[in-house]
């Protein structure tokens, strides 16, 4: 009986998948062949460094994988036409919240107009207030992660890398027929999001048992205004993700730059020696502010590995972007900072490599254009969190740099990354951590 029904979910999906052939428009050229027969692991570790050669090649920097209907970008003008002069042709739009929508419901991440604009002002009130969370960050590095570097325990939730390989799919044809027969990645999606759920009940629970009338923390803020569990359950696991995972996978590359690169953290060590009394066990908020060569490390290293590799909008109406590239209506526009940072024509020719000095003028921390560097979006959807994120960084950096030495085990060559909706990097990066003598500090 079980055979017989697998026979027939398996012919069920074939029979839709060829349904999808023919009657999506089946694209021979190069590029998709490539893309469909997924030639290009031949050549490329990740997906995003086979989007960054073909981005190189184009003289617009832009390229188009029909098969996907995606219209991809490296291009600062269309970043800022997409992010900002046309923002409101350029929403989320309903085929990317549709392949989020069992991990994120309605959260910020996940929807556009009024919705969002009502989360977004909400969250603004907590987020802004980057010096009360110091406190609270700091308070954490030392009294949870120190302890933990010495029992190293690692923890990984399978749902956003499932949520991702939707994305993949050809069709979402695909993908949905699997949800309906709850076969493969979309069963074990459907577990990881009942085990996210059934977690995330509980923290409501605890904060009502609690009381969140006083607190002015986010969820109390949203409890406050709302009693609906699906809508606080879709708020808390869209921060979560937001502020969890993007700053895990910068602190990782973050890390492995760092350590190939020991004239780097030298110079680190150097600035926080320099910035510390010396019988002073931790930084202060002022002092942070002052770490520039600091700075510069972390923004160079998210400009290389961006936790966020490439980001979606679907165009409403049909729109030409600067560049001359027709958009269709309906279809998607992908703008990529991964291929961003590897283009000679925005970072000159030492693109490639980890130079925290070209952030620097005179040794001062210098801005550059947010739709050049667009890794915390830029526009009317740029990241709340950035100053937090910037800040919860710098907080662990200063916390480990001076305590601990790490050494890369087993590692060679470059960066490898899951397919996830945030740069996830391929079985963790193993590193011997050892304390430092106190002579050293
Ligand atoms: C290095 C760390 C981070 C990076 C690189 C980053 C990057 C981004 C990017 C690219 C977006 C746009 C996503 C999209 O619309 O598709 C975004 C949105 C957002 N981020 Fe961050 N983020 C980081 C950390 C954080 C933190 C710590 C928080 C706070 C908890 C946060 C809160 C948000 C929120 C609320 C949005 C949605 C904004 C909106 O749609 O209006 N982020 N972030």
Same mark, same amino acid.
């Given at each position: 009986?079980?055979?017989?029904?697998?026979?027939?979910?398996?012919?069920?999906?074939?029979?839709?998948?060829?349904?999808?052939?023919?009657?999506?428009?089946?694209?021979?050229?190069?590029?998709?062949?490539?893309?469909?027969?997924?030639?290009?692991?031949?050549?490329?570790?990740?997906?995003?460094?086979?989007?960054?050669?073909?981005?190189?090649?184009?003289?617009?920097?832009?390229?188009?994988?029909?098969?996907?209907?995606?219209?991809?970008?490296?291009?600062?003008?269309?970043?800022?036409?997409?992010?900002?002069?046309?923002?409101?042709?350029?929403?989320?739009?309903?085929?990317?919240?549709?392949?989020?929508?069992?991990?994120?419901?309605?959260?910020?991440?996940?929807?556009?107009?009024?919705?969002?604009?009502?989360?977004?002002?909400?969250?603004?009130?907590?987020?802004?207030?980057?010096?009360?969370?110091?406190?609270?960050?700091?308070?954490?590095?030392?009294?949870?992660?120190?302890?933990?570097?010495?029992?190293?325990?690692?923890?990984?939730?399978?749902?956003?890398?499932?949520? /991702?390989? @939707?994305?993949?799919? &050809? %069709?979402? !044809?695909?993908?949905?027929?699997?949800? +309906? $027969? #709850?076969?493969?990645?979309?069963?074990?999606?459907?577990?990881?999001?009942?085990?996210?759920?059934?977690?995330?009940?509980?923290?409501?629970?605890?904060?009502?048992?609690?009381?969140?009338?006083?607190?002015?923390?986010?969820?109390?803020?949203?409890?406050?205004?709302?009693?609906?569990?699906?809508?606080?359950?879709?708020?808390?696991?869209?921060?979560?993700? /937001?502020? @969890?995972?993007?700053? &895990? %996978?910068? !602190?990782?590359?973050?890390?492995?730059? +760092? $350590? #190939?690169?020991?004239?780097?953290?030298?110079?680190?060590?150097?600035?926080?020696?320099?910035?510390?009394?010396?019988?002073?066990?931790?930084?202060?908020?002022?002092?942070?502010?002052?770490?520039?060569?600091?700075?510069?490390?972390?923004?160079?290293?998210?400009?290389?590995?961006?936790?966020?590799?490439?980001?979606?909008?679907?165009?409403?109406?049909?729109?030409?972007?600067?560049?001359?590239?027709?958009?269709?209506?309906?279809?998607?526009?992908?703008?990529?900072?991964?291929?961003?940072?590897?283009?000679?024509?925005?970072?000159?020719?030492?693109?490639?490599?980890?130079?925290?000095?070209?952030?620097?003028?005179?040794?001062?921390?210098?801005?550059?254009?947010?739709?050049?560097?667009?890794?915390?979006?830029?526009?009317?959807?740029?990241?709340?969190?950035?100053?937090?994120?910037?800040?919860?960084?710098?907080?662990?950096?200063?916390?480990?740099?001076?305590?601990?030495?790490?050494?890369?085990?087993?590692?060679?060559?470059?960066?490898?990354?899951?397919?996830?909706?945030?740069?996830?990097?391929?079985?963790?990066?193993?590193?011997?951590?050892?304390?430092?003598?106190?002579?050293?500090?």
């Amino acid at each position: 009986m079980v055979s017989f029904l697998t026979f027939l979910a398996l012919s069920l999906s074939t029979l839709l998948f060829l349904v999808f052939l023919k009657r999506q428009l089946y694209c021979t050229c190069d590029v998709c062949h490539c893309y469909l027969k997924s030639q290009w692991s031949t050549n490329y570790n990740n997906l995003c460094d086979w989007y960054t050669h073909l981005l190189q090649k184009s003289p617009s920097q832009t390229i188009r994988i029909h098969v996907l209907r995606n219209t991809i970008t490296a291009n600062p003008t269309n970043v800022e036409h997409i992010l900002k002069t046309k923002f409101h042709n350029y929403p989320k739009g309903k085929q990317f919240s549709m392949i989020l929508s069992d991990l994120l419901g309605n959260g910020i991440f996940n929807v556009d107009g009024d919705s969002w604009l009502f989360q977004r002002k909400m969250a603004s009130l907590e987020l802004g207030n980057v010096s009360n969370a110091f406190a609270n960050v700091s308070c954490h590095v030392q009294s949870r992660l120190l302890p933990l570097l010495s029992s190293a325990t690692r923890e990984s939730d399978g749902a956003t890398t499932l949520s /991702a390989r @939707r994305a993949l799919s &050809a %069709s979402p !044809l695909i993908w949905k027929a699997n949800r +309906i $027969l #709850n076969m493969g990645s979309e069963r074990k999606l459907k577990e990881a999001v009942q085990n996210v759920n059934f977690l995330i009940e509980k923290v409501i629970h605890q904060k009502k048992k609690v009381g969140f009338t006083k607190n002015q923390d986010l969820l109390s803020r949203f409890m406050v205004v709302s009693d609906d569990h699906t809508f606080l359950r879709d708020v808390i696991i869209n921060f979560v993700l /937001a502020g @969890r995972d993007t700053v &895990a %996978s910068a !602190l990782t590359s973050f890390f492995w730059l +760092i $350590l #190939n690169h020991p004239e780097v953290e030298s110079k680190l060590r150097l600035e926080l020696d320099q910035l510390m009394n010396e019988n002073q066990e931790f930084a202060t908020f002022e002092q942070v502010k002052k770490l520039d060569y600091l700075q510069a490390a972390i923004y160079e290293s998210m400009r290389l590995y961006p936790p966020i590799q490439f980001d979606s909008k679907f165009a409403v109406e049909d729109d030409k972007l600067p560049d001359g590239t027709l958009v269709k209506k309906g279809t998607r526009v992908t703008f990529h900072p991964y291929a961003m940072a590897r283009m000679e024509t925005i970072w000159g020719k030492d693109c490639k490599e980890f130079k925290p000095e070209r952030w620097l003028k005179g040794g001062i921390f210098n801005q550059e254009s947010p739709f050049k560097y667009p890794v915390f979006q830029a526009g009317l959807r740029t990241c709340l969190g950035k100053e937090m994120a910037l800040m919860e960084m710098k907080t662990v950096v200063l916390c480990l740099l001076p305590r601990f030495s790490f050494r890369l085990v087993n590692f060679d060559g470059e960066l490898q990354f899951e397919p996830a909706l945030t740069a996830t990097v391929k079985n963790g990066l193993p590193v011997i951590v050892s304390e430092r003598s106190v002579a050293s500090h």
